[in-house]
């Protein structure tokens, strides 16, 4: 069957009319960020905010009348209003904080049963390997894992598990995880081409991201994992906001600058009342191969003194390794690949010690 075209798309979205404007929501413009892969399609519909509960009918409309298109398998359409800067302050939203008017409302996320995000202030130091194995780690264990790639600019979980089929509808109209090594997974990256940056701004971002969560038939499960992307921005706020955590662990290296990083996500976390487990050190050492002998590449211990400063706890260090990096680039992690390993013992480590906190 052919893959269905971008004009095929907004040909079907012209039967779609905004009720307050009387004019079809491709001409007015309200159309952007068209992502089409495979049989996925994923579009954002800008909405005057004030108008955000009676544009929903409208969305669904939308996703239904693209998903009559020969061709289609899943729909993910997003409501997104941007503010003029001339606007006042928005009463909620990621800028929102605890004191300053009402929080938004927390999603409805039936079947799940603990949520825990994965962050760190900056990227590059592990945090998406480390959330791949923690959630291996805890389905060894026994538990019902999910794990939610939300790093919608730059998703890596689906190679990471070794997935590469594509999503389908199941038979509630959702879109059915994907499997990988056990646990059920979902990203970004199953529904636009890997080549292809997805340019959306964060508000955006945000709603893709709570479909994501919603919009999953996710079933049972004892946690979900959300591996959320690098550093502090309004997607972070948002989720925090509007996603039930029950709390999150960070990531970081031992050098300075990563610590001080992670110190802004561990400040951002507490400011929306979401618990903080601990702080992880990843690439904590290096054990050379050949000799044996042991260097701490971006110092050592860092993680560990931050912990004590900041009155959390310290789940653990993982050493930097290449076993651990040529695992996960081809789709089978250490805790997968080879349970017994020592690295593999440190990741049920530090899953055991999330687990306990859940429970506590």
């Known amino acids: 069957m052919a893959e269905v075209t971008a004009e095929q798309v907004l040909e079907a979205l012209k039967v779609v009319d905004d009720p307050f404007k009387k004019e079809n929501i491709v001409d007015l413009g309200m159309i952007d960020g068209l992502q089409i892969k495979d049989g996925h ?74 949520i825990v995000a994965v962050a760190s202030g900056k990227g590059g130091v592990g945090k998406s390997t480390t959330s791949v194995n923690l959630a291996l780690a805890l389905a060894a264990d026994g538990k019902k894992v999910g794990l939610l790639d939300a790093d919608i600019y730059g998703p890596s979980i689906p190679r990471m598990l070794g997935i590469t089929e594509d999503p389908q509808q199941s038979e509630s109209g959702k879109i059915a995880p994907l499997d990988g090594h056990g646990i059920k997974c979902m990203s970004m990256g199953f529904l636009v081409e890997e080549e292809t940056p997805v340019i959306w701004r964060g508000p955006m971002a945000t709603g893709a991201l709570e479909q994501l969560l919603s919009d999953v038939e996710w079933g049972e499960l004892d946690i979900l994992v959300v591996d959320l992307p690098p550093g502090t921005g309004d997607i972070h706020l948002s989720m925090a906001q509007r996603v039930p955590l029950d709390g999150a662990v960070i990531v970081s290296t031992p050098q300075d600058i990563a610590l001080a990083d992670a110190r802004k996500g561990l400040n951002m976390f507490l400011k929306v009342d979401v618990p903080v487990f601990g702080l992880i050190e990843n690439m904590s050492y290096f054990n050379c191969p050949r000799c044996g002998e042991r260097s701490d590449i971006f110092s050592h211990g860092g993680a560990r003194e931050e912990a004590e400063k900041l009155n959390v706890d310290f ?30 013992g440190a990741y049920m480590k530090i899953a055991e010690k999330v687990w306990h906190s859940l429970q506590g």
């Not at 800008?46 to 020969?70: F, N, T, W, Y």
């Not at 390794?321 to 081809?330: H, L, N, Y």
């Open 41 to 114: 399609v994923a579009f954002t519909i800008e909405i005057d905010p004030a108008q955000g509960a009676e544009m929903e009918p409208i969305r669904k409309i939308a996703e239904d009348s693209v998903h009559a298109l020969p061709g289609v398998l899943t729909v993910t359409a997003v409501l997104t209003a941007e503010r003029a800067p001339s606007a006042p302050p928005p009463q909620e939203g990621p800028q929102l904080m605890p004191g300053q008017g009402q929080m938004p409302a927390k999603m409805d996320l039936p079947g799940i049963e603990s």
């Open 315 to 344: 789940l653990g260090e993982i050493p930097l390794d290449i076993v651990i990096r040529e695992t996960s680039d081809g789709g089978n992690p250490i805790v997968a690949s080879d349970p017994g390993s020592p690295h593999s």
